[in-house]
């Protein structure tokens, strides 16, 4: 029930006291709560009528239900839905650093999503690497959904060609190139301009005329094109988008780890065999620890299959180890984001 919930959540005045409250309300309107890092702190102090809704105990007591081994018993509610409360109670903490304003000329570049990402760092494929994947159904090729009409023509006297297929030339090609138009393709990069910057993440700008492809939930990486190493890259997620009259659309970025490793993972299956499993291996990135804060090592993974308790091989570079995801972060519903640890058996 409701009350139950209700007993988790704090609401006061925007004091020490109420540091970690992610949400504002303002008491004289009927607006429902705002993400309270959207607004200025002198705004908050200056305002008599605004309370701050402190949710991390709730997003705490989500989150340990999740991790619980037997979770399915507690009657907490649909898991998928749980996690993206918890993503919105939980995962949009009160900026912790001073934003400096920016002084870079230059945009940086915005790479986006789990596989932009993961093109980028790896660098494409060589026609060696993708040929054991590559399976040439010419049939399906051709007509992939069986809605062309074809002229078939049959020859008795043809024993060995007894059906011929006619094609013209002109769909040929562009058959072809339709075929093969994602593999010349590179990365979608974006250009934004920086609004301005803290320890945690930055605050960016959008001018351009077309449409921005981000949403809120994305993992990016961020490359400064005034940093000192042109390679040099920065790995984040879009907390909280935002458009003003005067500045336009705004985005604001998490980071998560100034570098970061492209892997590929795919789910243990005993029933079929590693090699046959590996057929569905799926990107991911490998974010390395950070001992001097304790913090270990951890994997970007898509939403679906992976889950919590899963037994899956990890692939980096030349190394293959068996692992099993521990614990889950974050779940997006663009990515999903894991604790991990590596099990007893030697490499792979």
């Known amino acids: 029930a409701l009350i139950d919930w209700a007993s988790f959540c704090k609401l006061g005045r925007p004091d020490k006291d109420m540091a970690m409250g992610l949400f504002s309300v303002e ?13 200025g702190d002198d705004q908050q102090a200056d305002n008599k009528n605004l309370r701050i809704l402190d949710t991390t105990a709730v997003a705490d007591r989500l989150r340990a239900a999740l991790d619980n081994a037997s979770r399915n018993q507690t009657g907490f509610g649909n898991k998928d ?16 650093f001073p934003r400096q304003a920016s002084t870079a000329t230059l945009p940086v570049k915005l790479v986006v999503g789990l596989n932009t990402i993961h093109q980028m760092v790896s660098g494409p494929q060589t026609a060696s690497d993708s040929q054991e994947e590559t399976y040439m159904d010419h049939a399906w090729l051709q007509d992939p959904t069986f809605d062309r009409t074809t002229r078939v023509t049959v020859d008795p ?38 609004a301005d910057m803290s320890a ?13 492809s981000v949403q809120v939930g994305e993992v990016v990486a961020i490359i400064n094109q005034e940093a000192q190493l042109q390679d040099t890259w920065q790995l984040g997620v879009t907390r909280w988008m935002k458009f003003e009259q005067e500045h336009g659309l705004g985005l604001g970025i998490q ?22 499993a590996a057929i569905n291996k799926m990107q ?32 980096a570079g030349e190394e293959t180890r068996e692992i099993v995801l521990t614990r889950q972060l974050e779940n997006t ?15 792979v």
Not at 30 to 36: E, G, L, M, Q, S
Not at 81 to 96: E, N, S, V
């Open 284 to 315: 991911g990135i490998l974010l390395p620890g950070i001992e001097a804060i304790g913090q270990q090592d951890s994997l970007i993974l898509p939403c679906l299959p992976f889950r919590t308790g899963c037994s899956a091989i990890l692939e």
């Open 157 to 194: 006297y043809q024993v060995e060609d007894v059906t011929t297929i006619t094609i013209n030339d002109v769909e040929q090609e562009r058959q072809r190139g339709a075929y093969t138009a994602a593999e010349m393709a590179g990365p979608q990069v974006e250009f934004w301009k920086i």
């Open 81 to 96: 839905t749980l996690q993206h409360l918890i993503l919105a109670w939980g995962a949009m903490p009160k900026r912790r």
């Open 333 to 347: 519903g663009r990515f999903a984001h894991y604790h991990y640890a590596i099990q007893d058996s030697e490499d």
């Open 255 to 276: 980071m998560l780890s100034p570098g970061a490793r492209a892997v590929w993972a795919y789910v243990r299956n005993d029933d079929v065999g590693r090699h046959i």
């Open 200 to 212: 945690a993440g930055y605050c960016l700008l959008w001018e351009n005329a077309t449409a921005s």
């Open 27 to 39: 008491l004289h309107s009927d607006c429902p709560p705002a993400y309270r890092s959207l607004h």
